[in-house]
């Protein structure tokens, strides 16, 4: 089912030789090199820009011409995004709560109908099977902005809008999609011989999936679960339609709300999408070795 | 505080996985009722498709409902069917197909550009032998990024009176540039901080690909004395190719749904310069109230994603049997 293809981000090289030398091949190298760190640069600059605002007065933050070095590093900005001006708690903060709460409980949830599913689709001969998992997929290619009219609607009727459970079940249903032709390509790793021994053992079909098969999935599920958790996390579409009250408003929202006023803080805009931004960081680097498949909604194997 | 207990359990799964899953080991072997396979896959995939015929086709198939009503979301009078009257309105609108021309001009030109850049990289990275972990790597952060946070910060590196960018530019000795405030550059600014963004994505795939290419060919080809181009033109491209087809038409998908960089960038504007047909269908519900009108437009929109979407997955079908 999947493509393959090697390793995309390869570990540090050690297999391929040099290219061989020709005349002018180091003239050329250097110009290679210098092209890459420009276009490196130019890609990096604006994250180190939002990092060096983060921690700039605000004086500096404003600057004409713009301060690169030799400004007074500050935590205000950062204690902002935590601590309430009068002391207590911020707003922000709590959406980061919320954020975490619904972003935690809709991957949760699609990783527990996804899997089980993924495992079925791979083992079993079903009906249009095929037609099945593209249906699947492209469901989750649809716009979000026409999808959240009649969800609006919809929640309206169930009483669902403004409350964290409408947002983890849009999200878990934007994320099973995901999981099921990600963990696809996982199942269809492990042999299905495994389940045949087991059940020539005497364990039924479904045993043998939770004794053999599940264990060894485990860490497939790590991945996409992070994967899901990332997208859920990052998502503002359906969470700036769907939630309006402090209490339930996760944090890409608030985030875009600070720039709603007459004045923006743009020292704690800075602040507070690094804080946003840094586990999303930290959780993709974890995920390295299975980007491609995970950007590509797991169409893309490597 | 559950859902934080929650997340570390995930991340210590990552650690230990295999002691995590037997620890919920189920009772011996042989007891429960035997399943049959047949129930046992209705059983486990039937779940996930309720949920996703309640969330997603459900919704879909009231929109299409709607979209042959007048009903109007802050209106309690019951809705009128009016037919095609409404698909009639938004097909003969040019208000609507101004912003067809102007979703067309940001998805050809943030898609091509991504694609050259991202290609470039790749490549580019692909012919070196060491640091290539750390390159990608880094490469790839903008990528990882919600488009909120892309969003705001490109707003205030674009601002004309503080912004980095111009601070850059007048040192250089150019003019200041209203980047989001002038018709034309307001265009590009959405097209360059979208390329920012989603180089990556296509570097990414492009790099799987190149990397995949077997070093025999480039042996044999050198065995040859072929020269370089060659190599490129009849070895790297055809094989990077269909990977990469499928990243550009994926991104295109995704740039022809694109809503929230809009809203933060530009909320459309100037005028209506930026307004791609996701946020002009948001201002016909959500700021116009006139859901049924909205529910045609989106339905058209959803046509549309449906026959890209189409495309995809043939072509990611015949790839995969070929």
């Known amino acids: ?302 | 505080m559950v859902a934080g207990c929650e997340l570390t359990a995930m991340t210590t799964t990552t650690d230990h996985p295999v002691q995590e899953a037997s620890a919920a080991s189920p009772p011996a072997p042989g007891r429960s009722p035997r399943l049959t396979d047949r129930r046992l896959a209705v059983l486990f995939i039937s779940p996930a498709m309720l949920l996703l015929l309640t969330m997603s086709v459900f919704p879909l198939l009231w929109a299409l409902y709607l979209s042959f009503t007048d009903y109007s979301a802050t209106r309690d009078v019951p809705a009128d069917f009016v037919g095609f009257q409404n698909y009639a309105d938004v097909l003969t609108s040019p208000q609507v197909w101004q912003r067809a021309l102007t979703t067309l001009v940001y998805v050809t030109g943030a898609v091509a550009l991504q694609t050259v850049l991202g290609f470039g990289i790749a490549y580019l990275i692909s012919r070196r032998t060491r640091g290539r972990g750390v390159l990608t790597t880094l490469f790839l952060v903008p990528m990882m990024l919600s488009p909120v946070v892309v969003g705001l910060f490109w707003k205030f590196m674009l601002d004309a009176q503080f912004g980095v960018i111009n601070s850059m530019l007048g040192s250089l000795g150019f003019g200041q540039v209203e980047w989001l405030t002038r018709q034309r550059t307001a265009l590009i600014s959405l097209i360059v901080v979208d390329t920012w963004q989603w180089t990556p994505f296509i570097m990414l795939i492009a790099l799987a690909g190149l990397t995949a290419v077997p070093k025999y060919l480039y042996e044999a080809a050198s065995i040859d004395r072929a020269s370089e181009w060659f190599r490129f033109r009849h070895i790297t491209l055809p094989m990077v190719w269909p990977l990469l087809l499928i990243a550009v038409m994926f991104r295109a998908i995704e740039a022809f749904r694109l809503f929230d960089l809009v809203y933060i960038l530009t909320s459309g504007g100037p005028g209506v310069s930026t307004e791609t047909l996701s946020f002009h269908v948001y201002k016909v519900a959500f700021l116009g109230f006139n859901t049924g009108l909205a529910s045609a437009y989106g339905i058209l929109m959803v046509l549309v994603v449906i026959v890209l979407a189409q495309f995809y997955l043939r072509y990611l079908n015949k790839l995969k049997e070929g």
């Open chain 1, 1 to 302: 089912m999947a493509i393959s293809i090697d390793e995309a981000v390869p570990g540090p090289a050690t297999d391929d030789a040099p290219p061989e030398r020709r005349r002018g091949g180091r003239g050329r190298m250097v110009v290679e090199v210098l092209l890459l760190t420009a276009l490196a640069v130019a890609m990096l600059f604006p994250v180190l820009w939002m990092l060096e605002t983060s921690i700039k007065e605000n004086r500096d933050v404003y600057a004409v011409p713009a301060k690169f070095f030799g400004f007074e590093v500050t935590l205000d900005h950062y204690k902002d995004v935590f601590v309430a001006p009068g002391g207590g708690q911020s707003d922000l903060s709590g959406s980061f709560l919320n954020s975490v709460i619904v972003a935690a409980a809709s991957t949760v949830l699609a990783t527990v109908l996804g899997v089980p599913a993924a495992w079925a689709y791979s083992r079993f001969t079903l009906k249009a099977k095929k037609d099945q998992l593209f249906f699947i997929l492209s469901t989750r290619f649809m716009p979000p902005v026409v999808v959240v009219i009649p969800i609006f609607l919809m929640y309206r009727a169930l009483g669902l809008i403004d409350s964290k459970l409408g947002l983890v079940l849009i999200y878990a249903a934007f994320n099973v999609p995901f999981t099921i032709w990600m963990m696809k390509g996982f199942v269809d790793e492990v042999p299905a011989e495994y389940e045949d021994a087991a059940m020539l053992d005497g364990y039924t079909r479904l045993q043998a999936f939770y004794k053999f098969t599940l264990p060894l999935l485990v860490p497939g599920i790590a991945a996409t679960a992070v994967f899901a958790l990332i997208f859920s996390w990052n998502e503002f579409v359906f969470a700036i339609f769907l939630t309006s009250s402090q209490e339930v408003r996760t944090a890409p929202p608030a985030i875009a709300g600070l720039i709603g006023g007459t004045t923006v803080d743009w020292g704690l805009v800075a602040a507070s999408a690094v804080v946003f931004a840094l586990p999303v960081l930290v959780f993709a680097y974890l995920v390295r070795k299975h980007l491609v498949a995970g950007v590509t909604l797991g169409a893309v194997r490597r």
